[in-house]
């Protein structure tokens, strides 16, 4: 269930100003034509989309859909299509049902992939793909993740974690759907149950164990400073559930830094 503006109490109107100019801004610094990015179908892309046309112009936009074939639901590519269609931006389908099937071909035990493992494939060939376009036509490659998603390192590394800017890092899932609803992106986009697509019937909320309403705000009561204790009977949700979102934000907190460097200052 989305939340209303009033539930996260954002002020939509300038963290869209923030975020159209925080685009145009490290597109500008980059000294990119543009950029390129992801649309799944799902509301954090459509608001990513939505707020790049706006930064720079559709002409500097391109959307990639990346569905899978048999896996991928009918309704996602017609959304994605839907949402570049409103915008007027360049927009493209490509299937990579036979790069997945070519990458697992050609692995040693490739036909022993778990669904962890090959998930997490298919995030990095979406990846290779993207950044493939954004090269060959000088352009960035923005991200769709959200606070909600980088905090509980729910994403994949060097998947769809690899991207050059992350215009909704800031907002939380509950704010992105606000926002997406003041900027007009299609409801059924907003209503539809998150999902990374990976594999059949996943649902982001289904995995977690936990409402984004009741995660986003369990976190934001975290590092506002309160204790584990007054935040989880504040949200109203179980030791259980309190506990599978701190392991995954210390399982996962390596996921938001660079790779260590041996340091060997000491030779020199």
């Known amino acids: 269930m989305q939340a209303t503006t009033e539930d996260r109490n954002m002020d939509t109107e300038k963290a869209r100003e923030v975020i159209v100019g925080f685009i145009r801004e490290k597109v500008h610094e980059a000294n990119a034509g543009g950029v390129v990015l992801g649309i799944s179908g799902g509301v954090d892309s459509a608001l990513a989309a939505y707020l790049a046309a706006e930064a720079l112009g559709k002409d500097k936009v391109l959307g990639i859909h990346l569905p899978e074939l048999n896996l991928t639901p009918a309704e996602d590519v017609l959304d994605a299509t839907e949402v570049a269609h409103r915008l007027g931006i360049d927009f493209r389908a490509i299937d990579i049902s036979e790069m997945i099937r070519a990458y697992l071909a050609n692995i040693p035990d490739g036909d022993k992939a778990t669904p962890h493992a090959k998930g997490n494939l298919k995030a990095r060939i979406r990846m290779s793909v993207l950044y493939y376009h954004a090269n060959m036509l000088n352009r960035m490659v923005i991200g769709t993740g959200n606070k909600t998603e980088l905090l509980l390192g729910y994403f994949t590394k060097h998947g769809d974690g690899g991207v050059d800017i992350l215009p909704l890092g800031d ?37 977690l164990g936990i409402t984004y309403k009741e995660v986003d705000r369990f976190l934001s009561l975290l590092l506002e400073g309160e204790t584990n204790e007054v935040a989880r009977n504040t949200v109203g949700i179980t030791g259980e559930q309190a506990d599978s979102v701190m392991r995954r934000i210390k399982m996962n907190a390596h996921k938001l830094r660079t790779p260590p460097i041996a340091d060997l200052g000491y030779l020199r």
């Open 171 to 207: 907002l939380y899932k509950t704010d992105v759907w606000a926002l997406a609803a003041s900027m007009g992106v299609p409801e059924a986009i907003i209503n539809k149950a998150p999902s990374a697509g990976l594999w059949s019937g996943q649902t982001d909320e289904k995995e």
